[in-house]
């Protein structure tokens, strides 16, 4: 049975997290990045072909070396969906921030 993975539960998980954030800041090996891990290398291999099907990470073979780059039009698509949230927690916050003064300067 094939499973479609979806990007949300891909995120889920803290290490797959964790392997974005490095990921982030520069391209790397799968054993460059497995080596930032206390886990076994079939197990950051895994990690790295689940964020590779949601198109979070995008491999690029280099001779024997397999090098994962993060995907940021796939981190936009997270971002985007997001975003709304967002806005609308800081608008709740904001009001409570208003009201907090209000009963603050009534005192």
Same mark, same amino acid.
């Given at each position: ?11 889920? *998980? ?7 954030? $490095?990921?982030? #800041?520069? #391209? ?6 497995? /080596?930032?891990? *206390?886990?076994?290398? +079939?197990?950051? /291999?895994?990690? $790295? ?7 979070? $990470?995008? +491999? ?10 993060? !995907? ?7 971002? *985007?969906?997001?975003? +709304? ?12 921030? /208003?009201?907090?003064? !209000? ?5």
């Amino acid at each position: 049975m094939n499973l479609r993975r979806d990007v949300f539960q891909a995120i889920a *998980d803290p290490t797959r997290r964790a392997i974005l954030l $490095l990921v982030a #800041s520069q #391209s790397m090996t799968a054993g460059a990045i497995a /080596s930032n891990f *206390d886990t076994a290398r +079939p197990t950051v /291999s895994k990690h $790295l072909q689940i964020l590779s099907e949601c198109e979070l $990470l995008t +491999p690029e073979q280099n001779g024997r070396e397999i090098i994962y780059h993060l !995907n940021p039009k796939k981190m936009k698509e997270i971002a *985007d969906f997001i975003e +709304p949230f967002r806005q609308m927690w800081d608008e709740r916050f904001n009001k409570l921030e /208003s009201i907090m003064k !209000n009963y603050k300067n009534k005192d």
